[in-house]
């Protein structure tokens, strides 16, 4: 059973602090993740921990024993790195390149046996690059390379693996691939697993603890659930965001939100009366460009409803299937009057909805600027046996004013760069 | 379509096979291809001793050989010589072969410290002249050439010491300033070996316009290259130095590989890298001023030579040493028997033969290399 116990310990460059008071205990079959900001010190960590960087102060155990009084070889035989950047200066195949991974296990002059190729090739296998052993390592794609790198440090036959943003040269079937093996050989194998992750939603799937760094120390470090809140992520990475559950894995899913645009905060506010997903990008849109957004009526589980909740807007709502009551229509009427401006979407209509077309209408009676979006003619999306044409008739009258679609609306409410 | 896979999977297996097979006896193929090149070497030398003014024929150069071989020289009658004989027995001994045998260790010492740079740094322009070795023993052999040279030192000439002493204090220097906290990052080193190394240059021709004709033509000489006046002397001075300078290098080759994957990889996977880059600058310094301070700038073996042998046996150092070392002797033979056949009466110093030869071929394989390889 290796263990690893950081304690305490404090990097500077210069005098610049990179790394300062960080605790850490890593047991078999841990995964770990380290998570934050750009320059929050990950890779100072990693490197600290893998013999690289020596700490100005604090120590780094395995097993209890300082890591700068073993040789570096002992430290190789117990601890592997999959580094960042993987130049490889000379032309080595992937299989020489997999076999240096041997090195911690040979005598100063021994030759690799038939048992250490025997360990190499079970890690290339691992790693799906068997088939690419003889190839020079810089004929190789990013990909390819990368995991051939992670093979080498998995023929050292580590018991804690340390990962620098593995994922970062892989599409998206590899970075699944490799996490999968990662988390079986530390499940399995009692791999102690440390990895900076840049993905939230890659750390939350696969890690057990997140470390989550913020200005060179441990902000936040704990279990998945316990770390990854909004809170945590606003103050660390200054990203609003919501956290739902990842409906296959069940994890914590990470959704950040764009940054609403603070110097084009607009004081005016606009109604949007949508439905089944009509009004989504215009919400969103409207929101970003620093409108006080508000919606309605719509049903519970609506997908538009789901994008209010998602972006907190204000919205109104009635149970999921039911037709609009004349509470939610009143307040609906209420909200309408305290907008600057109106939007209506192309949202088709039946009897349970009809009451928002008469929405519209009203909102032109009190004389607010009103938009219909007309992207499918009514006809096609009239459920109530010509009363919505008649009424879409009347709004038309009113002096509401059609156009095609969202891009159409004038630049003044959304300028085009952005629709 | 059925057919077709079952095809592939064979395919695939038997690949599978023959790459664990051809790593498995990988020592054995290494063994082969180092014999083959002492055994080229070996020829290179017996045809070498056959050129030159006087004709010497193969049974001479046979004999001579037999004659030095305990067991052997018992059946061969040297009272029966005839006075041509002893005459061309001479002429080996003492003109062809120290020669021969000073190209050898000098162009074994280049390639192999050539090697050990490009590996050290990652880079395939490092070599000697670069990090300012070689500039650093041509000062010291400056100095011991205005001092007066034929002084002895612990029954060593001067010349050779001197350039030890100048060649480690260069490499040392450069080393330390081009230090950052505990490490040494490649490009700094090479950007202050190459200014230092500048700086070397003038202060060894600044030596030039002090000196008197006499030394002036003795120091012009030694810097052109040449290995016409080595001799059994400073040949065995130098040879200790060279030998154990491969042999220890090759101790390291293994670490080498690793860290010519760079700095830290070799870290992760268990070497001392700053220890091991010292050991192993120190001992490519050593095997230059071996050879510099006995034939003078002898330019681009040392960088041409690792290169060519990098792209037929492979980047693997514990191939590469040896293997640059036989091909530089090799190599370097054949430049010093064109040397002193080319010019008839007067010879061609051997390091005109060697930029003649090697700019050309550098220009052409870095034209190469830049579509094969991302160096």
Request: hydrophobic share 45%; with cysteine; aromatic share 8%.
């Amino acid at each position: 059973m290796v263990t690893l116990n950081v304690n305490g310990i404090e990097c500077r460059y210069g005098s610049t602090k990179i790394l300062s008071n960080i605790n850490l205990n890593v047991k078999p079959g841990c995964f770990i993740g380290i998570l934050g900001p750009n320059g929050s010190g990950k890779t100072t960590l990693l490197k600290s921990i893998s013999r690289v960087l020596k700490p100005h102060n604090g120590s780094i155990l395995i097993d209890k024993e300082n890591i700068y009084t073993l040789k570096p070889k002992q430290v190789a035989q117990k601890m592997a790195v999959v580094p960042q950047y993987n130049d490889v200066g000379f032309n080595f195949s992937a299989m020489d390149v997999v076999l240096m991974g041997r090195n911690p296990h040979l005598g100063d002059f021994q030759m690799e046996s038939s048992k250490d190729v025997e360990i190499a090739k079970n890690a290339m296998e691992l790693t799906n690059t068997w088939t690419l052993a003889e190839r020079p390592i810089n004929e190789l794609s990013g990909g390819e390379a990368q995991r051939v790198i992670i093979a080498r440090a998995l023929a050292q036959e580590p018991k804690i693996l340390l990962l620098d943003e593995p994922m970062s040269h892989l599409d998206i079937i590899n970075q699944i691939e490799l996490m999968d093996l990662v988390k079986t050989l530390c499940t399995k194998n009692n791999l102690a697993v440390l990895a900076v992750i840049h993905d939230l939603n890659m750390a939350s799937r696969y890690c057990d603890t997140i470390l989550l760094l913020k200005d060179n120390t441990i902000f936040a470090l704990g279990s998945v659930e316990e770390v990854m809140t909004p809170e945590n992520i606003l103050s660390v990475f200054g990203v609003d965001s919501i956290i739902r559950k990842n409906p296959i894995t069940n994890a914590p899913y990470v959704i950040p939100l764009s940054p609403k645009k603070l110097s084009e905060e607009k004081n005016s506010s606009i109604h949007v009366i949508c439905g089944a997903g009509t009004g989504t990008t215009l919400l969103k849109t409207l929101r970003d460009e620093g409108y006080n957004v508000s919606a309605g009526v719509l049903n519970v589980a609506d997908s538009d409803f789901e994008t209010c909740e998602l972006l907190k807007l204000l919205s109104l709502s009635d149970p999921p299937f039911s037709a609009i009551t004349d509470k939610a229509h009143e307040a609906n009427l209420a909200m309408i009057k305290n907008a600057n401006m109106v939007i209506l979407t192309a949202v088709p209509f039946g009897l349970g909805n009809i009451k928002n077309l008469e929405a519209a209408i009203e909102a032109t009676k009190y004389g607010i600027p009103t938009y219909v979006i007309d992207e499918t003619p009514i006809i096609e999306r009239d459920f109530t046996h010509g009363k919505a044409i008649s009424l879409m008739q009347q709004l038309k009258e009113h002096g509401a004013i059609f156009v095609k679609d969202s891009t159409e609306l004038p630049h003044s409410i959304i300028p085009k760069n952005n629709s | 379509m059925n057919n077709n896979n079952n095809n592939n999977t064979v395919d695939t297996c038997n690949n599978s096979q023959r790459t664990e097979k051809v790593y498995s006896q990988r020592a054995k193929r290494w063994k082969l291809v180092i014999a083959g090149l002492i055994a080229s070497l070996i020829v290179t030398i017996i045809v070498s001793l056959n050129i030159g003014y006087t004709f010497i024929s193969y049974s001479d150069i046979l004999t001579f050989f037999g004659t030095r071989i305990p067991y052997v020289n018992n059946l061969i009658d040297t009272t029966a010589f005839t006075r041509e004989q002893l005459a061309n027995q001479a002429i080996i001994l003492d003109i062809r072969l120290p020669r021969i045998l000073a190209a050898l260790i000098i162009g074994a010492a280049l390639s192999a410290s050539g090697t050990l740079f490009q590996g050290v740094f990652r880079n395939p322009m490092a070599d000697p002249y670069v990090l300012g070795v070689s500039a650093g023993a041509s000062v010291g052999v400056g100095i011991a050439i205005l001092w007066g040279t034929g002084i002895n030192f612990f029954g060593f000439p001067i010349v050779p010491i001197a350039a030890f002493l100048t060649a480690l204090a260069t490499i040392f220097f450069v080393y330390s300033i081009s230090k950052v906290g505990t490490r040494v990052p490649e490009m700094s080193l090479l950007l202050t070996g190459i200014a230092v190394s500048i700086f070397l240059a003038a202060i060894f021709q600044a030596m030039q316009f002090i000196t008197t004709d006499h030394k002036l033509s003795q120091l012009v000489n030694w810097q052109i290259g040449s290995i016409t006046n080595v001799g059994w002397a400073n040949w065995w001075a130098v040879l200790p130095f060279i030998v154990a300078g491969i042999a220890l290098s090759y101790f390291y080759a293994r670490d080498l590989n690793m860290i010519s994957l760079g700095e830290d990889t070799a870290q992760h996977l268990g070497v001392n890298t700053s220890r091991t880059k010292k050991i192993l600058l120190v001992l490519g310094s050593i095997m230059t001023a071996a050879a510099v301070s006995i034939s003078g700038l002898i330019g681009f073996v040392g960088l041409m030579i690792p290169h060519i042998t990098r792209l037929i046996v492979g980047p693997d150092h514990r191939l590469l040493i040896p293997t640059s070392a036989l091909l530089g002797a090799i190599y370097l033979i054949i430049c010093d028997n064109i040397a002193r056949s080319i010019g008839g009466a007067t010879e061609v110093p051997v390091g005109i033969i060697t930029a003649l030869a090697g700019g050309p071929f550098l220009v052409f394989l870095l034209r190469r290399s830049r579509q094969k390889y991302r160096m």
